[in-house]
């Protein structure tokens, strides 16, 4: 009879507390579980902190970030308006740098509706002296190596500035439209720089340099119309070289003119070698424009093997006669070799210097 009492009072009692609240815990996941079916996640739309990471190091930027500025480094205070740019303004009205290097000024820039053309400066400074890296004289034997094609190939390009050692010129080609963006990358990471004119070979129009390009025979005044286009197109370089030009380095008559201009512009003129009967050498010395020409074309035949014979071959003449210049295109291979023989060329007892410092003094 009491047992029966016992168990009639657990009835009365209800459910256990236990077992209610697992009843209560499972009818709220079937709630939610409801809930978020049909009206989504309650936390959706919260707000999130999203992290601008900078990109990872990388100096040669497509061609979308022409116009930024290249560096945060402080330029050197040598004006009261300076700016830090790739992409330089319709008219040059203050200094403009790619990092510490200086890519245009005001008073070495004639403003054309063309772009900015160089100038000498009123106080007699040229941009030769004013866009070539300094070089410190060690006594040693200088060599110069010009490598030529840049500007064309973005993917070239960029291994060249990021591959070669600082102490190499080079020389960009006037047709692509973002040229001042690598040619303000290189400026940024110490290379000299220079113009690569188009000019006419033996077996034109076969080989064709390009619009623009200097003839023979064309005229004074349509050459020089087609040099100002092509010496408008950037800012920042020392000199001129020449694209392709067998036929019209070889008529002295046509290069003059030519010559003459670059001198009265303060730039110098570097010849890369690959004309056999040029007349540069002569001109130059009669008009008065700071020159040097390219004692071997290494990559005209392109191996490891030839490159390097010609890389050693431009020591012996340096050791001879205290300089040496060579000149080479944008080859992998030719980036390659360039790169591996510059490393021990100071142990070597000789310095790689830009192409502004090997030239001759004009007189």
Do not use: C
């Amino acid at each position: 009879m009491a047992a029966n009492s016992t168990v009639d009072a657990g009835a009365r009692r209800g459910p256990h507390p236990l077992a209610l609240a697992w009843l209560a815990f499972f009818a709220l996941l079937i709630v939610s579980g409801a809930v978020i079916t049909f009206f989504g996640d309650p936390h959706a739309g919260s707000p999130v902190v999203t992290m601008d990471l900078p990109p990872p190091s990388h100096p040669a930027r497509k061609a979308a970030s022409v116009g930024r500025p290249l560096s945060q480094t402080v330029p050197p205070p040598t004006a009261d308006a300076t700016q830090t740019a790739t992409a330089l303004p319709q008219k040059v009205t203050q200094q403009i740098f790619a990092g510490r290097a200086l890519i245009a000024d005001p008073s070495l820039v004639e403003n054309t509706p063309l772009g900015p053309l160089p100038r000498i400066a009123d106080n007699g400074t040229t941009p030769m002296r004013a866009y070539a890296p300094a070089v410190a004289g060690d006594g040693r034997p200088h060599i110069a190596i010009v490598i030529g094609g840049l500007g064309i190939s973005a993917k070239q390009t960029e291994a060249a500035i990021n591959g070669l050692p600082a102490g190499v010129t080079l020389a960009f080609a006037p047709y692509a439209g973002d040229t001042q963006h690598w040619a303000s990358l290189a400026r940024a990471q110490g290379h000299e720089v220079l113009l690569e004119v188009p000019m006419e070979p033996f077996d034109f129009p076969d080989s064709d340099p390009g619009p623009h390009t200097l003839r023979s025979g064309a005229g004074e005044d349509a050459n020089t119309e087609r040099l100002v286009w092509a010496m408008t197109r950037f800012s920042g370089y020392a000199g001129v070289t020449n694209l392709l030009g067998g036929r019209f380095l070889s008529d002295a008559m046509s290069l003059e003119p030519v010559l003459t201009y670059l001198a009265r512009r303060g730039l110098m003129f570097y010849d890369n070698g690959s004309a056999s009967h040029s007349t540069a050498p002569d001109v130059a010395a009669r008009v008065g424009v700071p020159f040097a020409q390219a004692d071997s074309t290494i990559d005209t035949i392109q191996t490891a093997m030839e490159i390097d014979r010609r890389l050693s071959a431009l020591e012996s003449v340096a050791r001879t006669r205290g300089s040496a210049g060579g000149s080479g295109q944008l080859y992998p291979v030719t980036i390659d070799r360039v790169r591996n023989w510059a490393q021990g060329l100071g142990g070597r007892g000789f310095v790689l210097v830009p192409a502004s410092a090997i030239v001759s003094a004009p007189k």
